[in-house]
């Protein structure tokens, strides 16, 4: 079984930055995919951004140039810096963590950006 904490969520205005973690702990062998994902009222969870143990990531159009994702394998721990946060960022992030053959997910740490 594997546990997700995430951290970083909360309160800023358009234009802010904030930084989110997310520490996965447990029985962790090989940690493939690590993500972020979002989930705003009324739509569905959609991917952010995403990296995988290569280093390899991949963004979300919306996103791209605004958002960083990067990951200590060591710690076993995922970022996702957010930068020039507009209202239309606001939503529940969810980090999401592949260890073949099961992905688990966190409970969510929500961002609220106002204007």
């Known amino acids: 079984q594997v546990t997700l904490v995430e951290s970083g969520g909360g309160l800023v205005q358009t234009g802010g930055s904030l930084r989110l973690s997310c520490a996965a702990s447990g029985s962790i062998f090989s940690i493939n995919f690590m993500g972020w994902y979002r989930q705003a009222p009324g739509k569905q969870r959609e991917l952010v951004a995403g990296?995988?143990?290569?280093?390899?990531?991949n963004y979300a159009a919306f996103v791209k140039g605004r958002f960083i994702i990067s990951r200590d394998n060591a710690k076993n721990t995922v970022y996702l810096q957010m930068n020039s946060l507009k209202s239309e960022d606001t939503a529940v992030y969810y980090c999401n963590v592949y260890t073949p053959p099961v992905a688990y997910w966190g409970k969510g740490t929500l961002v609220t950006v106002s204007s």
């Open positions: 990296i995988t143990s290569g280093g390899n990531t």
